[in-house]
């Protein structure tokens, strides 16, 4: 029989620990919350106009059905990589890419 540690560790604490040692499993997260910290920082206004968010490695794709609300949103595109990297709570988001 293994020994059980004798540190008491929460459920959170065991699953972000088992995520991270899996890295598929990691990146597979990362990518979905990605995609919900778009939709929370940029609320239902923009999200509706929204059609695609897609991270790749350090780099978001935001596909947008609106090219002025595209042009908008560069202007702010450093901000909004703050924002969104702050809502994820780690440095995820290097580079944004509006289309």
């Given at each position: 029989?293994?020994?059980?540690?004798?540190?008491?560790?929460?459920?959170?604490?065991?699953?972000?620990?088992?995520?991270?040692?899996?890295?598929?499993l990691a990146q597979g997260l990362n990518k979905v919350s990605a995609?919900?910290?778009?939709?929370?920082?940029?609320?239902?206004?923009?999200?509706?106009?929204?059609?695609?968010?897609?991270?790749?490695?350090?780099?978001?794709?935001?596909?947008?059905?609106?090219?002025?609300?595209?042009?908008?949103?560069?202007?702010?595109?450093?901000?909004i990589m703050k924002l969104l990297n702050e809502e994820l709570g780690?440095?995820?988001?290097?580079?944004?890419?509006?289309?």
């Open positions: 029989m293994a020994k059980r540690k004798a540190e008491n560790s929460s459920l959170g604490d065991v699953i972000k620990e088992f995520i991270s040692s899996r890295k598929k995609a919900d910290a778009w939709n929370k920082v940029m609320g239902e206004a923009i999200s509706k106009y929204t059609t695609q968010v897609l991270l790749e490695r350090d780099t978001l794709y935001v596909q947008l059905s609106s090219s002025v609300l595209r042009e908008e949103l560069s202007y702010g595109r450093e901000k780690k440095e995820l988001i290097k580079k944004l890419v509006l289309r």
